[in-house]
Nanobody, 128 residues
């Protein structure tokens, strides 16, 4: 069982930046970030393959968010720039137990069913 621990959430004004980190307790394949705002469904924001070369971004964050990983540290990052009030949500780190980037890129979405391990979430609040 892989444990995931997120950090880096907080409050920021619109246009600002935050960097989320997620440390895994063991080896992971595809890793991703989801977010869920109150009253809304959980949304896949970004994903990255095992080697770090393959990535996926939701249209809502393309050009503003960057996902990266450091496999030596078993850590994935989400750099969030040009934040908007609509980015306000709880952000969850997630990981799969096998490679999933081909499926994610083919579908154009990040099915929650692809991800076996989940963090507890970290809050991001963006004020206007």
């Amino acid at each position: 069982q892989v444990q995931l621990v997120e950090s880096g959430g907080g409050s920021v004004q619109a246009g600002g930046s935050l960097r989320l980190s997620c440390a895994a307790s063991g080896y992971t394949y595809t890793m991703g970030w989801f977010r869920q705002a109150p009253g809304k469904e959980r949304e896949g924001v970004a994903a990255i393959g095992t080697g770090g070369r393959l990535t996926y971004y939701a249209d809502s964050v393309k050009g503003r968010f960057t996902i990266s990983r450091d496999n030596a540290k078993n850590t994935v990052y989400l750099q969030m720039n040009s934040l908007k009030p609509e980015d306000t949500a709880t952000y969850y780190c997630a990981a799969t137990n096998r490679a999933r980037m081909t499926g994610i890129q083919a579908l154009g979405v990040m099915p929650t069913s692809f991800f076996s391990y989940w963090g507890q979430g970290t809050q991001v609040a963006v004020s206007s």
